[in-house]
T-cell receptor
Framework: GAGVSQSPRYKVAKRGQDVALRCDPISGHVSLFWYQQALGQGPEFLTYFQNEAQLDKSGLPSDRFFAERPEGSVSTLKIQRTQQEDSAVYLC????????????????FGEGSRLTVL | QKEVEQNSGPLSVPEGAIASLNCTYSDRGSQSFFWYRQYSGKSPELIMFIYSNGDKEDGRFTAQLNKASQYVSLLIRDSQPSDSATYLCAVKWAGTALIFGKGTTLSVSS
C-alpha cells in the first residue's frame, strides 16, 4: 500500500511478556519516528531514525524499550518484560526528508498498534 | 526541557461559528509549527504548518504564529460537526523530532 503500515493493530500481552511491533514506512521516506500515545494524551516521542541510523532515543522510557531499523526501511519496536504502564497506542510515522529539514514535520502516521498489558 | 502546552478542553462551539484553538511552547529556538487533527480511534493527520510570524490561511483554516510570545493558534471558520476531533499542536526544534501537545478536544454542535 501507499501508506504507513503497522502490525499488529491490537496486541494483548500478559505482564512480563516481550512484544514486538512492526512498522513499514512509505517507500523512500528517510525518517521514521515512534511515538507512544496514552488514552486522552498527545503522542509522546520515543525515538527516530534517519535511514538505518537511530539519531535520538531520548524518549524511550526505560531500557526495556528497544527500536531498530537495520536496512533503513522496516522498523521494529521491542518492549521486554511488559508492564501495565506500557499499555498505550504505539504510533509509527515516516517523513520524506531528513530530521534537520523543516519538512520533516509533515509526518505520515500509521494506524497504530494498540498494546494492552494485563 | 522543550514543552508544548494546550488547553485540553473540551471546546464547544455551535455549527457555523469560529473555533479558536491555542498553543504555547517553551523554547524560542523552535523552527516550525504544525497542527494535526485526530479523530477518535484514528491516527493524526496534518492540517497546516507555519514557519513565519503572521497568518497563514488554507480554506476554512488559519494558523497564526507569534514567536515573540511563543504562541501559535488555529482558527476554524464556519465550523462543521465533521470538525469535531482532537487538535494537536506540534513544534519542531532544530535537529529534533516533533514534540506534541496533549491536544484540545473540539465539539461542534449542529
Amino acid at each position: 500500500g501507499a501508506g504507513v503500515s503497522q502490525s499488529p493493530r491490537y496486541k494483548v500481552a500478559k505482564r512480563g511478556q516481550d512484544v514486538a511491533l512492526r512498522c513499514d514506512p512509505i517507500s523512500g521516506h528517510v525518517s521514521l519516528f515512534w511515538y507512544q500515545q496514552a488514552l486522552g494524551q498527545g503522542p509522546e516521542f520515543l525515538t527516530y531514525f534517519q535511514n538505518e541510523a537511530q539519531l535520538d532515543k531520548s524518549g524511550l522510557p526505560s531500557d526495556r524499550f528497544f527500536a531498530e531499523r537495520p536496512e533503513g526501511s522496516v522498523s521494529t519496536l521491542k518492549i521486554q518484560r511488559t508492564q501495565q504502564e506500557d499499555s498505550a497506542v504505539y504510533l509509527c510515522a515516516s517523513s520524506l526528508g531528513a530530521p534537520g529539514q523543516l519538512n520533516t514535520g509533515e509526518l505520515f502516521f500509521g494506524e497504530g498498534s494498540r498494546l494492552t498489558v494485563l | 526541557q522543550k514543552e508544548v502546552e494546550q488547553n485540553s478542553g473540551p471546546l464547544s462551539v455551535p455549527e457555523g461559528a469560529i473555533a479558536s484553538l491555542n498553543c504555547t511552547y517553551s523554547d524560542r529556538g523552535s523552527q516550525s509549527f504544525f497542527w494535526y487533527r485526530q479523530y477518535s480511534g484514528k491516527s493524526p493527520e496534518l492540517i497546516m504548518f507555519i514557519y513565519s510570524n503572521g497568518d497563514k490561511e488554507d480554506g476554512r483554516f488559519t494558523a497564526q504564529l507569534n514567536k515573540a510570545s511563543q504562541y501559535v493558534s488555529l482558527l476554524i471558520r464556519d465550523s462543521q460537526p465533521s470538525d469535531s476531533a482532537t487538535y494537536l499542536c506540534a513544534v519542531k526544534w532544530a535537529g529534533t523530532a516533533l514534540i506534541f501537545g496533549k491536544g484540545t478536544t473540539l465539539s461542534v454542535s449542529s
